[in-house]
C-alpha cells in the first residue's frame, strides 16, 4: 500500500517554472516506478512522464521533452517533476501514480498500470 501526496502546483505565466513534488508513504518506495500524469479540462489523462524503479531510467511525452525533468529522491520517499518554459496547454492537474510491477514492465505512458494514484495539482499557465 503506497500513499501519494502532490504539491507545488499553482498559477504562472508563460514561460514560467515550476516544481511538482510527489511525497510517498507507507510501503518501500525505491521499489516503484513513477509517473507524472495530467488532464486538461475536457481531455482524458495523458502520460507526462516517467521514471522507472531499479535503474532511474526517464522517460517524455514529445511535447515536454527537453521543458520537463522528472526526478527522484528515494532516501525521501519523493518524485518531482520540474517544469520549465511552461506554455498554456500545459495547463492541467497534474497527478503523480506508482507502479509495483519490476522495473522491465514499466510501461509509463498507460494509466492502467499503476497501482496508486495521488489525488492531484491544479497548474495554470496563463499567457
Known amino acids: 500500500q503506497l500513499q501519494l501526496v502532490e504539491s507545488g502546483g499553482g498559477s504562472v505565466q508563460a514561460g514560467g517554472t515550476l516544481r511538482l513534488s510527489c511525497a510517498a508513504s507507507g510501503d518501500a518506495f525505491s521499489t516503484y516506478s513513477m509517473g507524472w500524469f495530467r488532464q486538461a479540462a475536457g481531455k482524458e489523462r495523458e502520460g507526462v512522464a516517467g521514471?522507472?524503479?531499479?535503474?532511474?531510467?526517464?522517460y517524455y511525452r514529445d511535447s515536454v521533452n527537453g521543458r520537463f525533468t522528472i526526478s527522484r529522491d528515494n532516501a525521501k520517499n519523493t518524485v518531482y517533476l520540474q517544469m520549465d518554459s511552461l506554455k498554456p496547454e500545459d495547463t492541467a492537474m497534474y497527478y503523480c501514480?506508482?507502479?509495483?510491477?519490476?522495473?522491465?514492465?514499466?510501461?509509463?505512458?498507460?494509466?492502467?498500470?499503476?497501482?496508486?494514484w495521488g489525488q492531484g495539482t491544479q497548474v495554470t499557465v496563463s499567457s
Open positions: 521514471i522507472s524503479s531499479s535503474e532511474g531510467h526517464t
Open positions: 501514480a506508482a507502479d509495483h510491477r519490476p522495473a522491465r514492465s514499466f510501461s509509463w505512458r498507460n494509466p492502467l498500470n499503476y497501482n496508486y
